[in-house]
């Protein structure tokens, strides 16, 4: 079970961070990922750390601004969300491939993650 945490309302410009807590499943060594879902729109990769060599990744629209991470000792992963903008406001949610079925190459698809959480919701305005 997958558990996020840290959404809310912020200006542009401003800061947020998202955490996700996990039970039953490690969060410490998988692929794990960030994804967002804006009203009608589809749910999209934001950022991912993909197994092997724990490389990050990120969606175009947030490279340099969000940064992701793990947090071993809590088994929790992380967003930092920076220099937020109006197009970042949507529901949050973590995603974690226990089976290994992300392909190489595809960490932001969501093709593979098999456990998600319930969502955090972000609104910057």
């Known amino acids: 079970q997958l558990v996020e945490f840290g959404g809310g309302s912020e200006q542009p410009g401003g800061s947020l961070r998202l955490s996700c807590s996990a039970s039953g499943v490690s969060l410490i060594s998988d692929c794990v990922a960030w994804f967002r879902q804006a009203p009608g729109k589809e749910r999209e990769g934001v950022a991912v750390?993909?197994?092997?060599?724990?490389?990050?990744n990120y969606a175009d629209s947030v490279k340099g601004r969000f940064t992701i991470s793990r947090d071993r000792t809590k088994n929790t992963l992380l967003l930092q969300l920076n220099s937020l903008r109006p197009e970042d406001t949507g529901m949050y949610y973590c995603?974690?491939?226990?089976?290994?079925?992300?392909?190489?190459?595809?960490?932001?698809?969501?093709?593979?993650?098999?456990?998600w959480g319930q969502g955090t919701q972000v609104t910057v305005s």
């Open positions: 750390i993909a197994t092997p060599g724990d490389r990050s």
């Open positions: 995603a974690h491939d226990s089976l290994g079925r992300v392909r190489y190459g595809a960490e932001l698809a969501r093709t593979g993650y098999n456990i």
